[in-house]
């Protein structure tokens, strides 16, 4: 791990912080339609996972997944233009925020239904065992996906035919306005994998350097052929599940302690705490930041509409 490296997480957290602070004004000016669920706080998991992972990997998403595909390389001028539903968009403007993918890169794409990519996750890993390609398959989802049935039945098959797949178990303790302790009758999420015969591990997600420990970990077991592991990570979204939502479901106190628990800020402080970081480079990484977020505004903005033309492409019916 290298100051480089770590300097690199740093300004990824920001880029994906000051993404989706502007995609929420874009949306509340009016500027793009339809909805967004913005993934601010949860940014240590998404940069700590993907720190680990090598070319090709698969990655899974949900809804709140812009910072997933930042975090893992993807383009933020092709992740905007998306949003704007333009042609230039990762997914030709079809998908909008919560459906872009780039195959090539193993991005198997964001996904409304809750659950939805896990099984395609675990698909993805069991097509790497039979290919015997050596790629594992990453898959994020939030505490109400495992709730859900395909949650259970992929983790049974990993479990059983012990796949080389991580399940990233986003734990912001709300599944829209329901808070966990009222859906789920245990108090670790992790502890699931028991059922299914690999490990759950319990890790502060809002540590960037302890999400990466326990993703090493998981990853180098994937890799080695000893099947799953479940990682639960602890942490919260900032704002509302999705636009417009007034949070009427929580309190201030509890926001304002998990403030206190911020994953840049803290990420930060260790850095400053290293010698890697003063405020001539942080203002710099964060300038930085800010010019990838505007770039990727005007790009998408000066992209064109997907041609009415191509509308019956990539129909099935
Ligand atoms: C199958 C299905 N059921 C319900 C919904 C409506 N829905 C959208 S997001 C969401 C909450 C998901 O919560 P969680 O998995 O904890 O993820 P988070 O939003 O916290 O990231 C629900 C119920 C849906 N999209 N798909």
Redesign the pocket.
Known sequence: MTTQQMLNWYRTMLVMRLFEEKVERLFSDGVIRGTT?P?TGQEAVAVGVCSVLKKGDYITS???GHGHFIARGGDPRRIMAEIFGKATGYSRGRGGSQFMADYRMGFLGGN?????SIPIATGAALSAKMKDTGKIAVCF??????N?GTFHESLNLAGLWKLPVVYVC???L???STH?DKAIPIPYIADRAASYGFPGVVVDGNDLLAVREVMQAACIRARNGEGPTLVECKTY?HSG??RGDQRIYRSREEEALWMTRAPIRRFRAVLIKRGALNQENDRHLRREARAIVTEAVRFAKQSPDPDPATLEEGVFA
């Open positions: 669920h993934a949900t809804h709140r409304g239904i809750t659950g939805g989802f939030g505490d109400g996906a495992s859900q986003e734990n912001n709300y599944a829209m966990v979204r599940h999705s």
